[in-house]
């Protein structure tokens, strides 16, 4: 807990507005992933065929795209940004695993890499001040 504090510190005396548009975007851009996979329901299967044969893949399209939606709200607000980063990981190293394992698809490998990256950035960094955990916090 310690060290979650001291990140928290660090992250608060080092915020840069700049860092805090690119969260937002992220969290925008993983909210209208989320909403493109709700609406393309068949596209999120095609990604997702080449895991199905573990099992899991009801599951799967069925965790994917609400946590693209609500943890993509969440980062743009900057609430409970760290788990809400959490929560996209797994779909993210997914997402780079898939197309190890399935048809190579440069840009979405690609994509998915950067994403990944800029969420365990954000996972480190948190939510910085201009977020609803910085407002919150200072409220006590």
Avoid at 25 to 32: I, P, Q, R, T, Y
Avoid at 85 to 93: M, T, Y
Avoid at 112 to 122: E, G, R, S
Wanted: contains cysteine; aromatic residues 16%.
């Amino acid at each position: 807990m310690e060290n979650v504090k001291n990140l928290n510190k660090w992250a608060n005396a080092h915020t840069y507005l700049p860092i805090d548009l690119v969260s937002i975007v992220l969290g925008a851009f993983l909210f209208m992933k989320g909403i493109l996979f709700v609406t393309n329901i068949q596209y999120l299967h095609e990604l997702i065929s080449p895991i199905d044969q573990f099992g899991g893949g009801m599951f799967l399209l069925h965790y994917i795209a609400p946590a693209h939606m609500i943890g993509g709200v969440m980062i743009v607000f900057g609430l409970l940004t760290r788990w809400a980063i959490a929560a996209q990981l797994p779909i993210l190293f997914g997402a780079v695993l898939v197309n190890f394992m399935g048809y190579m698809r440069s840009e979405n490998l690609l994509l998915a890499i950067i994403v990944l990256l800029i969420c365990i950035f954000f996972l480190f960094y948190g939510s910085g001040k201009h977020s609803a955990d910085y407002y919150f916090k200072m409220q006590q």
